[in-house]
């Protein structure tokens, strides 16, 4: 059996995240071998709507079970839509929860036990306190660019490091409330050393242990190496042709025009009941987190030809 297991670092010796939506590793685990998969999690930075491209991303993954701390209606409603069980009030350390699991000592929730928009002010956990890595991508931008975050301009792509940041965003932000972005510049993460000018950053002056900056190279590969493979999935998936877009339950739908006001690409318009122009949707889930009626839900789709 496959299940997904939200985490605070890449190892099932970590500790079960309690945010589903905004943990940061989700571990999916195969119960007969144990063997994983770590993920890091790229929906938690997002203004809003990480719940929902969490949830997205592990009916995606094929899970059957995901085990975590605590569950919002817009994630759970997505679970429900795929047929995937959801276990929350788990914590403790990964292993245990899945031996635990394992011995059928959990019961599948009925229902979310959290609001929505939980955790979203919450600070993220110290990667330090599991003996992680920082796991910041390289270059994130300070601003609001678009990239694969929710921004509300454009993003300059500035490092946080000392190498200042080379790049610019990815393009326009498309959140209503100017959340952070995923830039693209080249500067290292925050409080890794530069790695000299060989490699395009400044020469670190304070940076005289050759240990140090070997661990800071390796560092700093294994980021790139994430970005990588974040970049991979999204060109695998524009190469399909799909995409998520919104989905409107027209059973459920009362025509309140909510979606409308709040659509930043004016993809949504009301007749009888909703309808989202699948081109211009850009899967934001601004729409999904404010229907009072929880009528709409994020789907993969193919869009065009």
């Known amino acids: 059996m496959k299940i997904a297991v939200t985490s605070t670092g890449p190892s099932l010796d970590d500790n079960v995240e309690a945010r589903f939506g905004r943990c940061a590793y989700f571990l999916i685990i195969d119960t007969d071998t144990m063997q994983y998969e770590a993920i890091e999690n790229p929906n938690i930075a997002l ?11 592990m009916s995606e993954k094929g899970v059957t079970t995901v085990l975590t701390g605590n569950c919002g209606p817009n994630a759970f409603n997505v679970f429900g839509q795929a047929g995937v069980q959801v276990i929350v009030g788990v914590s403790g350390v990964v292993r245990n929860a899945v031996e635990q699991f394992k011995t059928g000592a959990f019961s599948s929730a009925s229902g979310p036990n959290v609001a929505s928009h939980f955790g979203m002010d919450a600070a993220a956990p110290d990667p330090t306190a599991t003996n992680q890595p920082m796991t910041s991508p390289v270059g994130q931008g300070q601003g609001s660019g678009m990239g694969l975050g929710m921004g509300g301009g454009r993003g300059m792509g500035r490092g946080m490091g000392r190498g200042g940041g080379m790049g610019r965003g990815m393009g326009k932000g498309m959140s209503r409330g100017g959340g952070m972005g995923r830039g693209m510049g080249m500067g290292a993460p925050m409080g890794m050393p530069s790695t000299g000018p060989a490699a ?3 020469q670190d002056a304070g940076l005289q242990n050759p240990e ?44 309140c025009g909510i979606c409308v006001d709040v659509c930043p690409t004016n993809a949504i318009e009301v007749n009888e009941h909703a309808v989202v122009n699948a081109e211009m949707c850009t899967g934001c889930a601004a729409c999904v987190s404010e229907c009072p009626n929880e009528a709409i839900i994020l789907a993969q789709k193919k869009v065009g030809k």
């Open 47 to 57: 203004g809003g709507g990480a719940g929902i491209q969490s949830a997205q991303l």
């Open 200 to 202: 395009g950053f400044p």
């Open 212 to 255: 140090q900056e070997l661990a800071a190279l390796k560092q700093q590969a294994e980021l790139l190496e994430q970005q990588k493979r974040q970049l991979n999935n999204r060109i695998t998936q524009l190469e399909s042709g799909r995409k998520a877009v919104a989905v409107v339950d027209s059973k459920k739908c009362t025509g």
